[in-house]
């Protein structure tokens, strides 16, 4: 599968990898960039170089944060809640509608992959401090991965294929 991924800019990248390493060595879970997925599907490498080359969205995306979560799915065990936008949500349906997928758009930030007790979960959730509140996003790459992602195993094998900065209308 390839996913197109909402990669955020320097500075808050740097901030979610730390802590995705800070995470990933007191959990003992795998660490991985930091990303907002934003479509999926099985279609091959030439096409998704063809897709990110197209893109209509030429500029940076800035999405709020709502809150610090976590979920019983392994990809979202603890992560980064964003408040959805037009800008978001009209490059993910353009994706969408180029590799032919339906999924529905959660734009969100996972900061630990891991099977743990919910209460565990509730507790690292809560001992989160964000220094901002708004994340600008400034790249879309596409990244070869298995699906379903299930084990720390399956991420090791990611693959990035290309990257595409969102300002690049002058260009």
Avoid at 50 to 77: A, C, F, M, V
Avoid at 138 to 151: N, Q
């Amino acid at each position: 599968m390839i996913a197109f991924w909402l990669s955020p800019a320097a500075g808050a990248r740097e901030f979610f990898e730390g802590l995705i390493k800070e995470l990933g060595e007191r959990y003992n879970a795998p660490r991985f960039e930091p990303h907002v997925t934003l479509a999926g599907g099985d279609i091959s490498d030439e096409r998704a170089l063809q897709i990110l080359q197209n893109l209509s969205i030429r500029e940076p995306i800035e999405l709020s944060i709502t809150g610090i979560e976590h979920s019983e799915k392994y990809t979202k065990t603890l992560f980064v809640q964003f408040e959805s936008t037009p800008q978001i949500e009209a490059l993910s349906a353009e994706l969408q509608k180029a590799i032919g997928s339906t999924s529905e758009l959660n734009p969100h930030l996972s900061l630990l992959y891991k099977e743990m007790p919910k209460a565990s979960k509730a507790d690292a959730a809560q001992a989160i401090s964000l220094p901002f509140s708004t994340v600008q996003f400034d790249s879309v790459k596409a990244v070869v991965t298995p699906s379903p992602i299930t084990t720390a195993e399956d991420i090791t094998v990611w693959r990035t294929l290309v990257t595409r900065r969102l300002d690049f209308a002058a260009q």
